[in-house]
Antibody
Framework: EVQLVESGGGLVQPGRSMKLSCAASGFTFSDYYMAWVRQAPKKGLEWVASISYEGSSTYYGDSVKGRFTISRDNAKSTLYLQMNSLRSEDTATYYC?????WGQGVMVTVSS | DIQMTQSPSFLSASVGDRVTINCKASQNINKYLDWYQQKLGEAPKLLIYNTNSLHTGIPSRFSGSGSGTDFTLTISSLQPEDVATYFCLQHNSGWTFGGGTKLELK
């Protein structure tokens, strides 16, 4: 069974950092281009960042460029998102995704 | 950046109706357009990939068409379990989602 399980979310103060993880199982992780997608409360989906199969190429949405870093460890079948200089507008559910497969999401709340 | 305009944003239909949802890209995205279904409190689920390929396990009443900049998701006979929000996703250049269509039963 394919599973993507996100972790590391929670409440964080503005300006602070947080790192999300996504553990993959049930498929060959290194065969898939991976991404983080977020959804603010009652809003649509927003692409955050993507990473190539080996991790050599990364891409970011304009709203997070320079603040967030996507990375992966294929040996551990794990995807990461390092989020720095967090803002209130980063509050959302963050999904780990690979087009056919999505995690259940993890909530990140940025508030003082 | 590629923008995706999805319409309508809200749709009310009856069981058995034929339903169509549209996405328009701001530039040519070839065939690289997926459709997702998201039910309340759940992660998005892939329905159609690369314009017209039905994902594994998805009922055949769902279909996709289009090319270039204009794409359509069709539900041939609406079922109660199809109540959800539907999103398109272009993956020709980065990823961009459409704004979503909330589908309800009349």
């Amino acid at each position: 069974e394919v599973q993507l399980v996100e972790s590391g979310g929670g409440l964080v103060q503005p300006g602070r950092s947080m790192k999300l993880s996504c553990a993959a199982s049930g498929f060959t992780f290194s065969d898939y281009y991976m991404a983080w997608v977020r959804q603010a409360p009652k809003k649509g989906l927003e692409w955050v960042a993507s990473i190539s199969y080996e991790g050599s190429s990364t891409y970011y949405g304009d709203s997070v460029k320079g603040r967030f870093t996507i990375s992966r460890d294929n040996a551990k079948s794990t995807l990461y998102l390092q989020m720095n200089s967090l803002r209130s507008e980063d509050t959302a559910t963050y999904y780990c995704a690979s087009r056919p497969y999505w995690g259940q999401g993890v909530m990140v709340t940025v508030s003082s | 950046d590629i923008q995706m305009t999805q319409s309508p944003s809200f749709l009310s239909a009856s069981v058995g109706d034929r339903v169509t949802i549209n996405c328009k890209a701001s530039q040519n995205i070839n065939k690289y357009l997926d459709w997702y279904q998201q039910k309340l409190g759940e992660a998005p689920k892939l329905l159609i990939y690369n314009t017209n390929s039905l994902h594994t396990g998805i009922p055949s009443r769902f279909s996709g068409s289009g090319s270039g900049t204009d794409f359509t998701l069709t539900i041939s006979s609406l079922q109660p379990e199809d109540v959800a929000t539907y999103f398109c996703l272009q993956h020709n250049s980065g990823w961009t989602f459409g704004g979503g269509t909330k589908l309800e039963l009349k």
